[in-house]
Nanobody, 122 residues
Framework: QVQLVDTGGGLVQAGGSLRLSCAASGRTFSDYAMGWFRQAPGKEREFVATITRSGSTTYYADSVKGRFTISRDNAKNTAYLQMNSLKPEDTAVYYC???????????????WGQGTQVTVSP
């Protein structure tokens, strides 16, 4: 399994921006599709965005489309989630994940980061 460490969360005002990073180690990073998920208190984990192994194709949840951008740098073994125009409803713990298929289903991702808290104040 690939090991993942996600960082970059914090407290930001509505309308602000944050960039999350997900550093991978242990296996060949470019063998994995990457995804970002989030979980708010009392809610189930939900899909945010995903990117193919090469980075050529991305897919977003409707709730973040046009505001969030997923990317990856295979030379640096790192995936990113650029979050702009943040809203209070984006508040959650954000998790990066690695999987062998391009998917939006949590079950298709076998490796997960520890999570990073994003809090958006009104």
């Amino acid at each position: 399994q690939v090991q993942l460490v996600d960082t970059g969360g914090g407290l930001v005002q509505a309308g602000g921006s944050l960039r999350l990073s997900c550093a991978a180690s242990g296996r060949t990073f470019s063998d994995y599709a990457m995804g970002w998920f989030r979980q708010a208190p009392g809610k189930e984990r939900e899909f945010v965005a995903t990117i193919t192994r090469s980075g050529s194709t991305t897919y977003y949840a409707d709730s973040v489309k046009g505001r969030f951008t997923i990317s990856r740098d295979n030379a640096k073994n790192t995936a990113y989630l650029q979050m702009n125009s943040l809203k209070p409803e984006d508040t959650a713990v954000y998790y990066c994940a690695a999987g062998l298929v391009f998917s939006k289903r949590p079950a298709d991702f076998g490796s997960w980061g520890q999570g990073t808290q994003v809090t958006v104040s009104p």
